[in-house]
């Protein structure tokens, strides 16, 4: 199974403040996906990422989110002004060209105080 | 819209053979997902339907009914280390994002 990074694995931030989590995938991955999970709830999807651009986001993925590929590696997921109910896991995933399994990276828990 | 339901707990025993039942109404399908998730730790991909039919992968089998919105895993042999939570997820029509069920936590006792 193809590995992928997550950092950092916790962070804790101030309502209000942006935070940026990172996603390292290996090089051949086209498909990158943000999920998050409430403590106890469902997982839900965010933001898909395909060739360097979003391809499907949902309701959740406000003008609050962003995501980028700043360096052709790195896969970032940004909150600018972050609330008390977005403390969630954020996992990343990711899915190999010719495939649909998508493989869930380890997961930064954001807890918002 | 996005309907997917599972039983919310489950417990069996060592050994044996557990089901658990998932059912799907989504406004498109294009293949069901399996996850087991331990607590704290992310969800590990376990089994991909897109085809009726059971889907086998040693101790673990999937079924999928497309036509009654119905999949199941079945779990042979219960380990201690298969207590965990297992997500249900369906892939829509339009894309590739993943529609998951609230999960069934399973706990396996002596």
């Known amino acids: 199974e193809p590995e992928v990074t997550q950092t950092p694995s916790h962070q804790v931030t101030q309502m209000g403040q942006e935070v940026i989590l990172r996603c390292v995938p290996i090089s051949n991955h086209l498909y990158f996906y943000w999920y998050r999970q409430i403590l106890g709830q469902k997982v839900e999807f965010l933001v898909s990422?395909?060739?360097?651009?979003?391809?499907?986001k949902s309701e959740i993925f406000d003008d609050q989110f962003s995501v980028e590929r700043p360096d052709g590696s790195n896969f970032t997921l940004k909150i600018r002004s972050t609330k008390l109910e977005d403390s969630a896991m954020y996992f990343c995933?990711?899915?190999?060209?010719?495939?649909?399994?998508?493989?869930f990276g380890p997961g930064t828990r954001l807890t918002v105080t | 819209g996005q309907n997917i339901d599972q039983p919310t707990e489950m417990t069996a025993t060592e050994g044996a053979i557990v089901q658990i039942n998932c059912t799907y109404q989504t406004s498109g399908f294009n293949g069901l997902f399996w996850y087991q998730q331990h607590a704290g730790e992310a969800p590990t991909f376990l089994s991909y339907n897109v085809l009726d039919g059971l889907e086998e992968k040693g101790r673990f089998s999937s079924f999928l009914s497309r036509s009654k919105g119905y999949s199941y895993l079945l779990l042979k042999e219960l380990q201690m280390k298969d207590s965990a939570s297992y997500l249900c997820?369906?892939?829509?029509?339009?894309?590739?994002?993943?529609?998951f069920g609230g999960g069934t936590r399973l706990m396996v006792k002596p």
């Open positions: 990422f395909y060739n360097n651009e979003i391809s499907e």
């Open positions: 995933a990711r899915r190999l060209a010719g495939s649909y399994e998508q493989y």
């Open positions: 997820a369906v892939r829509d029509n339009a894309g590739n994002m993943l529609t």
